[in-house]
């Protein structure tokens, strides 16, 4: 089958590999229609990660099961499926608790002492390959496969962002324990952040603040309501005050990570948490979504080498903040999702920019990476030539 490959710090390329094939008695095979290139998917494309050459990447991913293991019971040949990016067990203690991103069961405990959770073609979270590829084995598939209704082709790229982003930027809003009426500032207009933008306005927030330096994913960020803030314009706590009575949000989400960058470009990793800090209300909540990392040895900021960064604990106290963090955990949330986007209540492709073929995608790497105007989002189709 074709797959893209990781080869070293911005080398990828579509190889011939062996076939996915079903391993355990519990696997299924799917043949890969949509797969999404993810803004993390870059901390691996540009080697700030320790993924292992000759990875298959890919944890965003819709098909059609073409294979099925003797003792899977209820998917069947044929039938239409999106994966969470994370793959769970289903009877681990913290699956049981619906914590499927920090899976004991497939977790790869070499990684790190106490390390939970396992995901598709991603570091340091198990031996899974990803699915920017022909075919995908699915592991334990009646829980990690989510049947799609009869419209599953005709909304494919809307379904396809329940594997990620949609959850994700829906986990972000429950972090920060956004309730309806309140206003929430949300850090990166990336496809995440505007998941979360979209979550925001079901869930009825009253103001919804996007910060982002881009202006094409600014007009995204309007196009779903929000009221948009650009980081070149000026110091945001005292913005955001402006807007909220002198207060600050009530609550604030973190979508962008580690590799967060100030208004001339530079890397500056503490900067998005600490003006969280400062443009959240006293007493209001942070949910923290975007990828942080143990160790990033390719930084130049010393403390971010060791995975750590100088933050404003001080004022974080002070003001009697709370904090929620972690990837989110899909099974928790794509069911209902998949509801909302079946009865017409959320269209999540509104910030896909390009369709392309998987033979393509080294190209789009490079541009999604370089962060492009107009590259706000990017599907793949395999089986597209």
């Known amino acids: 089958m074709k797959a893209l490959v990781y080869h070293g710090p911005k080398k990828v390329s579509v190889d011939s590999v062996p076939d996915a094939k079903l391993e355990k008695l519990t696997d299924v095979v799917i043949q890969l229609t949509t797969t999404n290139i993810c803004g993390s998917d870059l901390h691996m494309y540009e080697g700030r990660t320790d993924v292992e050459k000759g990875k298959i990447l890919g944890h965003e991913n819709l098909g059609t099961v073409v294979e099925v293991g003797k003792a899977v019971d209820v998917v069947k040949k044929g039938d239409k499926v999106v994966l969470p990016f994370n793959i769970g067990c289903g009877f681990c203690a913290n699956c049981e608790r619906g914590l499927t991103g920090y899976c004991l069961t497939c977790a790869d405990p070499s990684v790190m002492p106490g390390m939970a959770g396992a995901a598709y073609g991603f570091a340091g979270m198990g031996p899974y390959s990803g699915g920017q590829a022909e075919l995908l084995r699915v592991p334990y598939a009646d829980f990690n496969c989510l049947r799609l209704p009869d419209d599953a082709e005709k909304k494919e790229k809307d379904y396809v962002m329940l594997s990620d982003i949609f959850p994700t930027g829906w986990h972000a809003t429950r972090l920060a324990g956004l309730q309806p009426g309140q206003s929430i500032i949300i850090y990166g207009a990336g496809p995440v952040g505007l998941m979360a ?86 007493t209001g909540i942070i949910g923290v979504i975007g990828v942080f990392i143990p160790q990033d040895p390719g930084a130049e900021d010393k403390l971010a080498k060791k995975g750590q960064i100088a933050f404003d604990f001080g004022k974080f106290w002070f003001k009697g903040q709370k904090m929620g963090t972690g990837q989110c955990n899909v099974k928790a949330y794509n069911r209902r999702l998949m509801d909302l986007i079946h009865h017409g209540k959320a269209k999540p492709s509104i910030i896909v920019s390009h369709e392309l073929a998987l033979d393509e995608a080294p190209d789009a790497y490079k541009h999604f990476d370089n962060r492009d105007e107009g590259w706000t989002k990017v599907i793949l189709h395999p089986h597209t030539h």
């Open 197 to 282: 933008a979209l979550s925001a306005s079901i869930q009825g927030a009253s103001q919804i603040f996007v910060v982002d330096g881009g202006s094409d994913r600014l007009k995204l960020a309007e196009k779903l309501g929000a009221t948009t803030i650009n980081t070149k314009d000026g110091e945001i706590g005292d913005q955001i005050r402006e807007l909220t009575n002198g207060l600050g949000a009530d609550c604030g989400a973190e979508c962008i990570g580690y590799q967060c960058h100030n208004s001339a470009g530079k890397e500056v990793p503490n900067l998005v948490m600490n003006s969280l800090v400062d443009s959240v209300k006293a």
